[in-house]
């Protein structure tokens, strides 16, 4: 199995829900932000904001709207990450590569992060309503997902190369066509 760095990262990036209480500084905020800057996104248009949540009361908030998340209150940084269909369709295909640079970037310095959202639910509904009063993200503005960020406080170890891959999706030419 073929190994590097990157691919080494990828398997190292976990789903991290128990964070310590130590504050992520502004300067890996914005390493994070940079890193979701230079994601891949349609035709260049950049239609994608981010809400940077410390406060404690917002966070709150949304994870009592959630009642499933309580991750979200420890986390010490929470990025809703945001995007505006009136400057591009495919706002939320840009928003998945960038939030893909976030978790990536999170995890090379060593922070921990979780990917949160449900899109179409109506804990998730509620709780994009909570977080749009407190935080006066605008209508127009759909937030596509939250990403809970913050120094771990829970070890998960590295994937095993293809641990994860599922021969029987992956079909060459034509459907029927698998290898096994």
């Known amino acids: 199995m073929v190994s590097n760095d990157t691919l080494d990262l990828f398997r190292k990036r976990r789903t991290i829900r128990k964070f ?13 932000l940079e890193a979701a800057s230079v994601a891949p996104n349609r035709l260049d248009r950049r ?6 949540i410390r406060d404690v009361m917002t966070k709150r908030r949304i994870a009592e709207a959630l009642r499933v998340r309580p991750y979200i209150e420890q986390a ?4 809703a990450v945001c995007g505006d269909a009136a400057i591009s369709a495919a706002y939320e ?11 990536l970037a ?11 959202g449900s899109k179409d639910s109506t804990m998730w509904q509620q709780s994009l309503q909570a977080l749009c009063k407190t935080t006066a993200i ?3 503005i759909d937030v596509v997902a939250l990403v809970c960020i913050g120094y771990p ?17 992956v079909h060459y030419d034509h459907w029927d066509n698998l290898k096994m």
Do not use: C
């Open 20 to 32: 310590k209480t130590d504050e992520v500084g502004e300067e890996m905020v914005e390493v994070l």
């Open 47 to 52: 239609p994608l904001h981010y809400v940077v």
């Open 76 to 79: 010490p940084v929470v990025l």
């Open 93 to 103: 295909f840009d928003a998945s590569a960038a939030i893909e640079n976030i978790l």
């Open 106 to 116: 999170a995890m090379s310095l060593g922070l921990g992060a979780a990917w949160v």
């Open 138 to 140: 605008p209508e127009k």
């Open 153 to 169: 406080d829970e070890q998960k170890r590295p994937y095993d190369p293809g641990e994860k891959r599922d021969p029987t999706r």
